[in-house]
């Protein structure tokens, strides 16, 4: 089995250190460790996070424009939703 169940959250103070010096991760290393961790089964699952009280999420999770406009010619107005904070 993985060492890590699925969502790796101890290495998140060095590889994403860049984020909590820009401000848009909260400076606690342990707060990748906050919300659900979801066994799916066979090897699989995810990590779900949310901000923190008071740090509210760009719009569309911060993704590039270009990106942006893709996903709104390419999915569903229902699915481009689950993209908005």
Not at 16 to 27: D, F, K, Q, T
Not at 60 to 66: R, V
């Amino acid at each position: 089995g993985a060492d890590n169940f699925v969502g790796d959250a101890y290495h998140t103070m060095m590889t994403h250190r860049s984020m909590v010096e820009l401000g848009l991760a909260p400076p606690d290393p342990q707060f990748a460790l906050y919300g659900e961790h979801i066994h799916t089964g066979h090897g699989h699952g995810l990590g779900i996070i949310g901000p923190p009280p008071g740090m509210p999420l760009p719009e569309f999770m911060g993704l590039p424009e270009n990106i942006v406009e893709e996903l709104e010619r390419r999915l569903t107005p229902e699915q481009v939703e689950i993209f908005r904070p």
